[in-house]
């Protein structure tokens, strides 16, 4: 896959800070830039959650799913023993 399009090495000359994402860029990575549904769906938890990487890894099923399969209002993360907010349009999948 080539990543030249998605900022890949984006720190450079940043001064240690990442570049945001325009909603277009945003788009443009959930369009093409992923391998597997699992990636895309680690970078849009991280994305709307503001969870780290190694915070979204750690979810399990029933940690995003109710018993009834609704979306829980909150995501609980286990490491840090907190809870992020599920955004709501993500409530509605």
Not at 38 to 56: H, M, N, P
Request: glycine letters at 8%.
């Amino acid at each position: 896959m080539d990543h030249s399009g998605f900022g890949l090495g984006m720190k450079i000359n940043r001064h240690g800070r990442a570049k945001i994402l325009t909603q277009q860029e945003i788009q443009l990575v959930f369009a093409q830039g992923f391998d597997s549904e699992r990636d895309k769906t680690l970078f849009g938890v991280c994305l709307f959650t503001a969870a780290r990487i190694r915070e979204a890894c750690t979810l399990l099923s029933e940690d995003i799913y109710t018993p009834k399969g609704q979306v829980r209002p909150r995501l609980i993360i286990r490491k840090a023993n907190s809870e992020l907010p599920t955004p709501p349009d993500y409530r509605s999948v």
